[in-house]
């Protein structure tokens, strides 16, 4: 074999492994800009680090939340959402990036109140098989505004809610909670 023979063989094979990290860098950066996507306007995971939803959520449950349904139509009352702190909140310490999870209980229009251990929307009792206990403080009607929302955590004894802080503006909305995927052994939609 001549210098020159050598030389092609070379220079071929190092084109071929020049080519091969070429592909895996463009899949590499594929996949990251598909995570990064799906993550920022699709979904994304959460992880529950309290018991302010039980039974319902456990503390250390993990849960898919996904983006898009709301982009289509509103929160409806009994949806599990997750939500960036509001300025109140914000304002007493909680960081903006800090993420809170709340079963939404009144839409815009609606007149929440809690009398006797009950919530009460639009003067009518809610059946909430959902609830840990019963709230154990009343609360007087109000009226949601527009664009915003009254959520409670299911754990109403033991949550950081509406009834505290006020009403959740729409924009603050990260999606809803829609399947847990672990522990496994509570592994389904929710």
Avoid: C
Wanted: aromatic share 12%; proline share 9%.
């Amino acid at each position: 074999m001549t210098s020159q023979e050598t030389d092609v063989k070379h220079a071929t094979a190092s084109s071929k492994t020049w080519r091969s990290w070429q592909e895996n860098l463009i899949l590499v950066a594929i996949a990251l800009f598909l995570a990064l996507f799906i993550r920022t306007f699709i979904a994304e995971p959460r992880y529950i680090p309290s018991d302010s939803m039980l039974p319902t959520l456990h503390t250390g449950d993990r849960l898919v939340v996904e983006k898009v349904s709301y982009h289509f139509h509103p929160p409806t009352t009994g949806d599990i959402i997750v939500f960036q702190p509001p300025a109140e909140l914000q304002r007493r310490g909680y960081p903006r990036d800090q993420a809170f999870i709340k079963r939404v209980i009144g839409v815009p229009g609606e007149i929440i109140s809690v009398a006797q251990g009950k919530v009460y929307l639009n003067s009518q009792p809610l059946s909430e098989n959902y609830i840990a206990e019963p709230a154990n403080q009343p609360f007087p009607p109000v009226q949601v505004p527009a664009d915003k929302f009254f959520v409670m955590g299911d754990n109403r004894n033991d949550s950081n809610d509406s009834r505290y802080w006020g009403f959740l503006p729409r924009q603050n909305i990260i999606g809803r909670a829609t399947f847990r995927f672990w522990p496994l052994n509570r592994i389904g939609f929710i």
